[in-house]
């Protein structure tokens, strides 16, 4: 090992036996250099109860930034070792951020005479080194049980042998774990070191703390170790604080910045009142690691897992739908949920279980956090708890990422402002991740509750606003046009879509008919920003279908009118914040509606200029009419409106499918779509199969319906006396 990294009981600035910090009115130092270490003031030094605050603040100001390490804990390594790449959990993990944090100059290491100076010019210039010690079997089973305890010491009594096995038995699947000969000596540093730390910031030694330790703790559950985790440390320092300074650490916040959910501390405080967990984490509908336990009365991390008896609302996860996330997410994660409940529970402690997997780089946690965000998220969280911070390493596995993200947080910690930086906007998907999260989280804290509202309380005279919109089109298109109800046998399909297909009186004797698939109309409103209600006369609907069914009815046209809703409400759906239906889901209810319509109505009428008309998501409707029924020589055109994907049209049996589609058809595809900002995909969308594509000068589906009305009716109306028939053309 290098001299520079040496144990932390030889450390020139360390709080241990050879540099004692005198306690209070113990003498030692003289007076200036006790006032900068924190320690009583001479007791002659009168205050009066108005200057307590002031004495206070000052005292607080001359704390230094405490930092944990040891060697020692480098010392646990995988006993199954071999040819193979290194195991991500490398024990240079700790070195690299200690030898970052030296070169920062946060850290100090120059010789003992110069210490004195130091304590008394620039006590806080500095990070006051931690010493690591054991941590005792009482503290360790406080969260863990004897036999878990008993298990990990059993470790140092196995040969090689045995541990190799372990180790090659272990490091897979769920447990994820590799052990050695010195594995239980690391894990009770790793988990005396986090003690220790949180112990200084807690009693007010220093102001914060970072613990530069491993094996990581945060997946270790109560009775087994789990994902490079042997025993789970923030959590045994959690209690072992609120133990040792009930009064003033009794509510701590366990905040989870590691790229995986800590299921371990999610567990052992989910009924617990004083702990509140937050942890922001990938999910992948549970297939990201740890994934689903296999006992599934044991809550993983999705977003519904809010805490059980009185923990209820203490467990937040955060859980993004994929990999991917940088520091737009992070920032609106913090904004939007972190620190508003992190207020309100108004913790007496902060504890950061500081993984940098999430970190720029770390190819293991696939996310883009970068180090100013790092300190931006670490600034925010000192505005808790007077500044009492502990950070406490978890997982990160990029040597490079880990250290630079560590460095960012430690300056932050020191009292460095956070660097400038350029937030990028939010993947859509996590904004709406951190909407569900808000409405999840709603019954338990006060300042989830804006804009949200509680389907059950409003009993059942309430009613979803999808259902009133498409009866009042009903009524509307019922009153100018007589158009009625089409019925539908099917009661599957009659229940889901009922009122949803409409059609004008005597279709069955048209020459022409326009069938048109669309979406719901789009709903505009302007909230009241006081309260985010909303009043009725600030709202506002658009449908743009509403034109067309009008200039059809002119000109003599049958008119089948089928709205395909985003989802189809059930009873039991008391959920304010529904998503919309998938693309399976929404592809099978339409297949199962466009067909029955064409077996049971089209195809049987006598029918000479068919056109067909889809709008929004719903013109996936047209594709499978076209791919799933042999219809194409019945269709005299197609016009699409599209704002989401672009789908192609082919078929393997009839090999002149895509270049009719390509013929007979006008797809307008909105202009900011994501297509026209890639050339080579811009040149794939004009091939035969995507239809007669034309890039919309506008944005949105009503303003494009507007917009290419009368191109739209000039193509109909030139393909009225009679279509052009089979036509092939060559891909473009």
Same mark, same amino acid.
């Given at each position: 090992?290098e001299?520079e990294d040496?144990? =932390?009981?030889?450390?020139p600035?360390?709080?241990d036996?050879?540099?004692?910090?005198?306690?209070?009115?113990?003498?030692?130092?003289?007076?200036?250099?006790?006032?900068?270490?924190?320690? /009583?003031?001479?007791?002659?030094? &009168?205050?009066s109860?108005?200057d307590?605050?002031?004495?206070?603040?000052?005292r607080?100001?001359?704390?230094?930034?405490g930092c944990?390490?040891?060697?020692?804990?480098?010392?646990?390594?995988n006993a199954?070792?071999?040819?193979t790449?290194? %195991?991500?959990e490398?024990?240079r993990?700790?070195?690299?951020?200690m030898k970052?944090?030296?070169?920062g100059?946060?850290?100090?290491?120059?010789?003992?005479? $110069?210490?004195?100076?130091i304590l +008394?010019d620039?006590p806080?210039?500095?990070m006051?080194?931690i010493?690591?010690?054991?941590?005792?079997?009482?503290e360790i089973?406080t969260?863990h049980?004897p036999?878990?305890? @008993?298990?990990?010491q059993?470790?140092?009594? =196995?040969?090689?042998? /045995?541990?190799?096995?372990?180790?090659h038995n272990? /490091?897979?699947?769920?447990?994820?774990?590799?052990?050695g000969?010195m594995?239980?000596e690391a894990?009770?540093l790793?988990?005396?070191?986090c003690?220790?730390?949180?112990?200084?910031?807690?009693?007010?030694?220093?102001?914060?703390?970072?613990?530069?330790?491993?094996p990581?703790?945060h997946?270790a559950?109560?009775?087994?170790?789990?994902g490079?985790?042997?025993?789970?440390?923030?959590?045994?320092?959690?209690?072992?604080?609120?133990n040792?300074?009930p009064?003033?650490?009794r509510?701590?916040?366990?905040?989870d910045?590691?790229?995986? %959910?800590?299921n371990?501390i999610?567990?052992?405080?989910y009924?617990?009142?004083n702990?509140?967990?937050i942890?922001?984490?990938?999910? $992948?509908?549970?297939t990201?690691?740890?994934?689903?336990?296999?006992?599934?009365?044991?809550?993983?991390?999705d977003?519904d897992k809010?805490?059980?008896?009185?923990?209820?609302?203490k467990?937040?996860?955060?859980?993004?739908?994929?990999?991917?996330m940088?520091?737009?997410?992070?920032?609106?994660?913090f904004?939007?949920?972190?620190m508003?409940?992190?207020?309100e529970f108004?913790?007496?402690?902060?504890i950061?279980?500081?993984?940098f @997997?999430?970190?720029?780089g770390?190819?293991?946690?696939g996310c883009?956090?970068?180090?100013?965000?790092?300190?931006?998220?670490?600034?925010?969280?000192?505005?808790?708890?007077s500044?009492?911070?502990?950070?406490?390493? &978890?997982?990160?596995?990029?040597?490079?990422?880990?250290?630079?993200?560590a460095l960012?947080?430690?300056?932050?910690?020191?009292g460095e402002?956070?660097?400038k930086?350029e937030?990028?906007?939010?993947? +859509?998907?996590?904004?709406?991740?951190?909407?569900?999260?808000q409405a999840?989280?709603?019954?338990?804290?006060?300042c989830m +509750?804006?804009?949200?509202?509680d389907?059950?309380e409003?009993g059942?005279?309430?009613?979803?606003?999808?259902?009133?919109?498409r009866?009042?089109?009903?009524q509307?298109?019922s009153?100018?046009?007589?158009? #009625?109800p089409?019925?539908?046998q099917?009661?599957?399909?009659?229940?889901?879509?009922?009122h949803q297909?409409?059609?004008?009186?005597?279709i069955?004797?048209k020459?022409?008919?326009?069938?048109?698939?669309?979406?719901?109309p789009?709903?505009?409103?302007?909230?009241d920003i006081?309260?985010?209600?909303?009043?009725? %006369?600030?709202?506002?609907?658009l449908?743009g279908v509403?034109?067309y069914?009008?200039?059809a009815?002119?000109?003599?046209f049958?008119i089948?009118d089928a709205?395909?809703p985003h989802?189809?409400?059930?009873?039991?759906?008391y @959920?304010?914040?529904?998503?919309?239906?998938? $693309?399976?889901?929404?592809?099978?209810q339409?297949?199962?509606?466009?067909?029955?319509?064409?077996?049971?109505?089209?195809?049987l009428?006598?029918?000479?200029?068919l056109?067909?008309?889809g #709008?929004?998501n719903?013109?996936?409707?047209?594709?499978?009419?076209?791919?799933?029924?042999d219809?194409?020589?019945?269709?005299?055109?197609?016009?699409?409106? #599209?704002?989401?994907?672009?789908?192609?049209?082919?078929?393997?049996?009839?090999?002149?499918?895509?270049?009719?589609?390509?013929?007979?058809?006008?797809?307008y595809?909105?202009?900011?779509?994501?297509?026209?900002?890639?050339? $080579?995909?811009?040149k794939?969308?004009?091939k035969?199969?995507?239809?007669?594509?034309?890039?919309s000068?506008?944005v949105?589906?009503n %303003?494009?319906?507007?917009?290419?009305?009368?191109?739209?009716?000039?193509?109909i109306?030139?393909r009225?006396?009679?279509?052009?028939?089979?036509?092939?053309?060559?891909?473009?």
């Amino acid at each position: 090992m290098e001299s520079e990294d040496q144990s =932390m009981m030889d450390a020139p600035n360390g709080f241990d036996g050879s540099h004692d910090t005198p306690a209070p009115g113990q003498g030692g130092f003289d007076s200036s250099i006790k006032n900068a270490m924190n320690v /009583d003031m001479d007791d002659s030094e &009168e205050y009066s109860d108005t200057d307590e605050p002031i004495k206070l603040m000052r005292r607080r100001g001359l704390l230094p930034t405490g930092c944990c390490y040891d060697d020692r804990m480098k010392l646990h390594a995988n006993a199954d070792f071999g040819p193979t790449p290194h %195991h991500p959990e490398d024990p240079r993990r700790i070195e690299e951020i200690m030898k970052m944090f030296k070169k920062g100059g946060l850290v100090f290491a120059g010789s003992d005479s $110069e210490l004195l100076d130091i304590l +008394r010019d620039a006590p806080t210039k500095y990070m006051w080194r931690i010493p690591a010690r054991p941590a005792t079997k009482q503290e360790i089973c406080t969260v863990h049980t004897p036999a878990h305890y @008993d298990w990990v010491q059993s470790l140092n009594d =196995m040969s090689t042998r /045995d541990l190799r096995q372990l180790s090659h038995n272990m /490091d897979q699947g769920r447990s994820s774990l590799y052990v050695g000969s010195m594995s239980y000596e690391a894990a009770l540093l790793s988990a005396g070191g986090c003690v220790e730390t949180c112990k200084n910031v807690a009693s007010g030694q220093v102001k914060n703390a970072f613990a530069i330790i491993r094996p990581p703790g945060h997946h270790a559950e109560y009775d087994q170790p789990m994902g490079f985790c042997l025993f789970n440390n923030v959590p045994v320092a959690a209690k072992v604080c609120q133990n040792e300074y009930p009064d003033t650490c009794r509510k701590i916040l366990i905040l989870d910045w590691d790229v995986h %959910h800590g299921n371990g501390i999610q567990n052992m405080f989910y009924e617990d009142p004083n702990i509140l967990y937050i942890s922001l984490h990938v999910y $992948e509908n549970g297939t990201f690691y740890p994934g689903k336990p296999e006992n599934s009365m044991i809550p993983d991390g999705d977003i519904d897992k809010v805490g059980d008896g009185l923990g209820q609302g203490k467990n937040v996860n955060i859980g993004w739908p994929s990999q991917g996330m940088g520091d737009g997410e992070y920032l609106a994660a913090f904004q939007k949920i972190v620190m508003p409940i992190a207020k309100e529970f108004n913790p007496d402690m902060v504890i950061i279980s500081a993984g940098f @997997d999430a970190a720029d780089g770390d190819e293991l946690g696939g996310c883009f956090v970068t180090p100013p965000c790092y300190a931006h998220m670490t600034y925010m969280l000192m505005s808790l708890a007077s500044g009492k911070v502990a950070v406490c390493l &978890e997982g990160g596995y990029n040597l490079k990422a880990i250290s630079q993200s560590a460095l960012a947080v430690a300056r932050t910690l020191m009292g460095e402002p956070p660097p400038k930086m350029e937030v990028p906007p939010i993947n +859509r998907d996590a904004s709406k991740l951190l909407d569900r999260v808000q409405a999840v989280q709603a019954p338990y804290w006060e300042c989830m +509750r804006p804009g949200i509202i509680d389907v059950k309380e409003m009993g059942d005279n309430a009613l979803r606003l999808h259902d009133i919109i498409r009866n009042h089109q009903r009524q509307v298109l019922s009153d100018k046009y007589a158009m #009625v109800p089409l019925f539908i046998q099917r009661e599957y399909l009659f229940k889901s879509f009922e009122h949803q297909v409409l059609v004008t009186p005597g279709i069955h004797v048209k020459r022409k008919i326009l069938f048109v698939i669309h979406d719901p109309p789009e709903l505009k409103a302007m909230p009241d920003i006081t309260d985010n209600t909303v009043d009725p %006369h600030n709202g506002f609907v658009l449908d743009g279908v509403t034109a067309y069914i009008e200039w059809a009815h002119k000109n003599d046209f049958g008119i089948i009118d089928a709205n395909i809703p985003h989802y189809i409400t059930r009873s039991e759906d008391y @959920d304010a914040y529904i998503p919309r239906a998938n $693309e399976r889901t929404l592809q099978r209810q339409i297949q199962e509606l466009v067909c029955y319509i064409w077996d049971n109505y089209l195809q049987l009428y006598d029918v000479e200029e068919l056109f067909i008309v889809g #709008v929004g998501n719903a013109y996936l409707g047209v594709k499978i009419l076209l791919t799933n029924r042999d219809s194409k020589d019945r269709i005299a055109g197609v016009i699409n409106f #599209v704002t989401g994907s672009l789908r192609p049209i082919k078929s393997e049996t009839d090999t002149e499918l895509s270049s009719w589609y390509k013929q007979n058809s006008l797809v307008y595809v909105t202009n900011d779509h994501a297509c026209w900002g890639d050339p $080579e995909l811009a040149k794939k969308v004009l091939k035969k199969r995507f239809g007669g594509v034309v890039r919309s000068p506008v944005v949105g589906l009503n %303003h494009m319906m507007e917009t290419h009305a009368k191109d739209v009716f000039k193509f109909i109306s030139e393909r009225l006396p009679g279509k052009s028939g089979n036509t092939t053309q060559d891909e473009m």
